[in-house]
């Protein structure tokens, strides 16, 4: 079955940066668009960023570009986000996503089909 496995998340302060991975299995994970999403404490869950299958088409929502990139690693079915230039309204509950279709870039949370447990960013002064 799929899983998703996230880590990398932890406290920081304002400024600093942030590596979360994602381990996934069960699927032919160089063949799908991944995603992040996050949830911020007590809002809905947001669509962060995508990439396609091939590593080489990336989106970002208009809130992290510029801080966040996204990358994979096909050979490792690892989905990695790199943050950085961290603020306090990046903290939320970061979540790895796998694409339901497997072609284009997930554009919107609900494109994506499973979700991992999810690793918690917290920056705070």
């Known amino acids: 079955q799929v899983q998703l496995v996230e880590s990398g998340g932890g406290s920081v302060q304002p400024g600093e940066s942030l590596r979360l991975s994602c381990a996934a299995s069960?699927?032919?994970?160089?063949?799908?668009?991944m995603g992040w999403v996050r949830q911020p404490p007590g809002k809905g869950v947001e669509w962060v960023s995508a990439?396609?299958?091939?590593?080489?088409?990336?989106k970002y929502a208009d809130s992290v570009k510029g801080r966040v990139t996204i990358s994979r690693d096909n050979a490792r079915s690892t989905l990695y986000l790199q943050m950085s230039s961290l603020k306090s309204e990046d903290t939320a509950v970061y979540f790895c996503?796998?694409?339901?279709?497997?072609?284009?870039?997930?554009?919107?949370?609900?494109?994506?089909?499973?979700r991992g447990k999810g690793t918690q960013v917290t920056v705070s002064s």
């Open positions: 069960g699927f032919t994970f160089s063949g799908y668009s």
């Open positions: 996503a796998k694409a339901r279709r497997p072609y284009g870039l997930a554009g919107a949370t609900d494109e994506f089909d499973y």
């Open positions: 990439i396609d299958s091939g590593g080489r088409s990336t």
